[in-house]
């Protein structure tokens, strides 16, 4: 989306806006957002405002411009556009529950529409929890042009009322993207199509605002090789994934060029300048485009051969993990085992792996599979909520995870020495998983649930719910 968004502005002479979108302040870290920039910069996409470099329009983060949404929530309010919400969670769970058993669009019932003004003001007074919601028609439908489907309509039925500011006043996307994409000038917004069925909410408060909508356009999501939507369970989707794995940023860049869009000469090696010379919307594809990681590394291999010489594969290698400051990392931690330098290598290759191959048995060990599958499953939903990845920290995370699980910890560690390393015998663990990083030591766990799935030993649909369930008691709730 990003690419895209930078090739369209790019070619008609436009500015791209990196705004960090914070509102929800349980999943937006400092470490989250500088993984962003990271990323996109990795990449080779630069942005013209940002939180990094400023703009006109700043500040470009949603958290410093509150204000700005409170401001609009109280008009939307005293205009009668939208109004307070007191229902508990509980209700409201019921509420979805009845609609879904009746096999009705799960939406807010309009409890709260009711409320007479002396109603609110008591309710308010004796200090209950309240939202703000959008009034959406009760009948009609919402009409919108799209630039890549032509003209759209929604009934408003099918709209619920949407909460735009929580009761810790903090706004939800839906409002603070329609006050910012407005105060910040934004005349097109290009985005993926699971945010059609919202569109009509924004259109909404554009029009109770009285401002004039941006251009829309929805692009396909990208798919995995079986046509479902693309997800981490199946593919890795972190951009530091693929660097750290050790692909171009230039085949990568061009990879994803290619979801959805060709050139007009159908070439299939293009820089990013390229693109954005040719970009036209409009030859963007609507079918799902497949991200396929074996035809990224195809990719790659002919930027390595075709565009690089030996001298410059060999700088990128040690750019990459082949210089001194990786190795002196890794030294430490493998002299204890070390008798000849030949040693060096089998025992620290996982770290350059994008992953190690082993036999089911060997994962399992002497544990039962599907009890290796419930730790790992565990471990990863753990290790999401991770906000420093060090060998502390981790070895923090599975002290906490033997003791809940009354385990061991090396039986606990067994399977994950296997499915980070490829072997039962490695570097230190913890440090090893430090090394690898955040993103390779997740796909490693999910590719071993996979095997384990494959051979008939994972968790069942029914297994993983009950888990989920016992992993909420437990640990709490899942970051996702």
């Known amino acids: 989306m990003a690419l895209f968004n930078l090739a369209f502005a790019r070619k008609h002479g436009g500015r791209m806006v990196l705004r960090i979108e914070d509102t929800d302040q349980l999943r937006s870290t400092p470490e989250s957002e500088e993984a962003i920039l990271q990323a996109l910069s990795w990449m080779g996409m630069k942005w013209d405002e940002g939180p990094d470099c400023g703009g006109e329009f700043g500040p470009y983060r ?10 609009e929530a109280q008009r939307l309010l005293e205009q009668g556009n939208a109004y307070p919400c007191f229902c508990s969670s509980e209700r409201l769970d019921q509420v979805r529950k009845e609609q879904m058993a009746n096999k009705e669009t799960p939406r807010y019932d309009g409890h709260c529409l009711s409320l007479t003004p002396e109603e609110i003001e008591e309710r308010k007074n004796q200090n209950e929890p309240w939202v703000v919601r959008l009034k959406v028609p009760a009948e009609g439908e919402c009409r919108f042009t799209d630039e890549l489907r032509g003209e759209i309509s ?15 006043g903090f706004p939800t996307y839906h409002l603070a993207n329609v006050v910012d994409d407005h105060l910040m000038e934004i005349s097109h917004v290009i985005r993926g199509e699971e945010w059609i069925s919202s569109t009509p909410k924004h259109v909404l408060l554009y029009e109770y605002l009285g401002w004039t909508p941006p251009s829309f356009a929805h692009l396909p999501l990208l798919r995995n090789p079986d046509k479902s939507k693309l997800s981490k369970r199946k593919n890795p989707t972190s951009i530091n994934y693929y660097q750290d794995a050790g692909f171009l940023p230039e085949a990568m860049l061009n990879y994803l060029g290619m979801m959805g869009y060709t050139l007009p000469d159908q070439r299939e090696i293009f820089s990013l300048d390229e693109l954005c010379e040719t970009f036209e919307i409009k030859r963007v594809s609507l079918g799902g485009p497949i991200f396929d ?12 051969r075709e565009k690089l010489s030996p001298e410059e594969v060999l700088q990128k290698l040690i750019d990459w993990k082949g210089g001194p400051d990786f190795f002196r990392k890794i030294i430490p931690l493998a002299l204890p085992r070390l008798e000849t330098f030949s040693d060096f290598f089998p025992i620290s290759q996982f770290l350059l792996n994008e992953s190690p191959v082993y036999p089911l048995e060997e994962l399992a060990g002497k544990q039962e599979p599907v009890e290796v599958a419930r730790i790992l499953k565990v471990a990863e939903w753990e290790l999401e909520k991770a906000s420093t990845w060090d060998r502390d920290s981790l070895s923090s995370i599975f002290q906490n995870l033997a003791e809940k699980e009354g385990k ?31 993103d390779l030591t997740r796909t490693r766990i999910r590719k071993a649930l996979q095997l384990l799935s494959e051979n008939g030993a994972g968790l069942s649909k029914k297994g993983l719910k009950a888990l989920e369930k016992e992993y909420r008691q437990s640990y709490g709730n899942r970051i996702d």
């Open 62 to 71: 949603q958290s410093e411009r509150t204000a700005l949404y409170q401001a």
């Open 154 to 168: 929604i009934e408003w039925t099918q709209i619920d009322h949407q909460v735009i500011q929580k009761s810790d």
């Open 293 to 304: 990681v074996e035809k990224l590394k195809w990719l790659n291999g002919r930027y390595l």
């Open 408 to 438: 061991k910890l090396k039986e606990l560690l067994a399977p994950f020495f296997v499915c980070m390393t490829g072997s039962k015998v490695s570097l230190p663990l913890f440090d090893g998983m430090a090394l690898l990083g955040a």
